[in-house]
């Protein structure tokens, strides 16, 4: 799932996995934003005083683990990945059981640059209603790519 931030990404992801598994079709969830690489204090620092705090470019992101995990699961094998808690500033892994899966769902704003996906839903916003917080006009694109 692709977009920008406060598309209704996260929301969907979640909400999705979860009656996918009601359902008895075994699903798993990850948020792109946990796999984020941490960056060095000084640049950290840079951005802070530059007024830029909740920016993440794709150079952030380490989009060849979250490759791995998708090629890992696919294959049934059993991942370990990070969690982000951005209240506590901390991170976690979670366990992963490699077992079949029907859906591996992943959401964050450069899920284009991941490979093996079957399908990817995209998420358009009109950024001055989301801006003015008034009612969030949604546009969902869905694109079925083939598996290399």
Do not use: W
Not at 18 to 39: A, H, P, Q
């Amino acid at each position: 799932m692709i977009g920008e931030t406060g598309a209704g990404k996260t929301t969907i992801a979640n909400k999705l996995s979860r009656t996918l598994n009601n359902l008895g079709y075994e699903s798993v969830f990850f948020k792109m934003d946990d796999y984020m690489i941490d960056l060095p204090k000084e640049m950290v620092e840079k951005r802070v005083q530059k007024g830029i705090h909740h920016t993440v470019g794709p150079n952030e992101i380490d989009i060849a683990m979250i490759n791995d995990h998708i090629k890992a699961l696919t294959d049934g094998e059993t991942v370990v990945s990070p969690v982000i808690n951005v209240k506590a500033n901390s991170r976690k892994m979670r366990t992963i059981k490699g077992k079949p899966l029907y859906v591996i769902i992943i959401e964050g704003a450069y899920c284009d640059k991941l490979k093996n996906v079957d399908m990817s839903i995209h998420f358009d916003i009109d950024f001055d209603q989301l801006r003015n917080r008034g009612q969030k006009k949604r546009t969902y694109h869905c694109t079925r790519k083939e598996i290399q």
